[in-house]
């Protein structure tokens, strides 16, 4: 059984984001099970993978926010910023932190994944689906992207 587990109730109904949130989920679930194995190694490039898989998704997130023209597109980019230096501070202290102390590091990334789809994505998933459907042209690449919603 993984460690997280994607439930219905993180679903944005944009397929692309949904997509790189479930790759976040199996992003975390990788870096469990490279803290399970209790090597340094798998567990730095695990950590490495979720920081370059949030990253790309943030990239993508305010590219979509901004064609929106999204009205909370700068805190949402100031708290991207935040999440990233987080991240890499965890990285960081995984280096020569014990056994104990990445479990709880990874305790605290699970939640955060989760939360952060929940309360910061699925925010502003309404607007997008109304832009998509009243102010997008129709031939615009961006629906081909994000899929019919």
Same mark, same amino acid.
């Given at each position: 059984?993984p460690?997280?587990?994607?439930?219905?109730?993180?679903?944005t109904?944009?397929?692309?984001?949904?997509?790189q949130h479930r790759?976040?989920?199996d992003h975390?679930n990788?870096?469990?099970?490279? !803290?399970? +194995?209790?090597?340094? &190694?798998? =567990?730095?490039?695990?950590m490495?993978?979720l920081?370059e898989?949030?990253?790309? #998704?943030?990239?993508?997130?305010?590219?979509?926010?901004?064609?929106?023209?999204?009205?909370?597109?700068?805190?949402?980019?100031?708290?991207?910023?935040?999440?990233l230096?987080r991240?890499?501070?965890y990285?960081?202290r995984?280096?020569? !932190?014990? +056994?104990?102390?990445v &479990?709880e =590091?990874?305790?605290t990334l699970?939640?955060w994944?989760?939360d952060?789809?929940? #309360?910061d994505?699925?925010?502003?998933?309404?607007?997008?689906?109304?832009?998509?459907?009243?102010?997008?042209?129709?031939?615009?690449?961006?629906?081909?992207?994000?899929?019919?919603?």
């Amino acid at each position: 059984m993984p460690y997280l587990a994607w439930s219905d109730d993180l679903d944005t109904r944009i397929p692309e984001l949904d997509a790189q949130h479930r790759g976040m989920v199996d992003h975390i679930n990788r870096l469990q099970a490279a !803290a399970a +194995s209790g090597q340094s &190694e798998p =567990l730095l490039a695990a950590m490495d993978g979720l920081i370059e898989c949030l990253r790309q #998704h943030f990239v993508f997130e305010e590219k979509v926010l901004k064609m929106i023209d999204f009205s909370g597109l700068e805190d949402h980019t100031q708290t991207h910023e935040a999440i990233l230096e987080r991240l890499r501070e965890y990285r960081t202290r995984m280096e020569t !932190a014990s +056994s104990a102390e990445v &479990e709880e =590091l990874i305790d605290t990334l699970g939640p955060w994944v989760v939360d952060h789809i929940r #309360h910061d994505d699925l925010d502003f998933g309404p607007t997008v689906r109304e832009w998509l459907r009243d102010a997008a042209p129709p031939d615009d690449p961006f629906k081909q992207l994000v899929g019919d919603t």
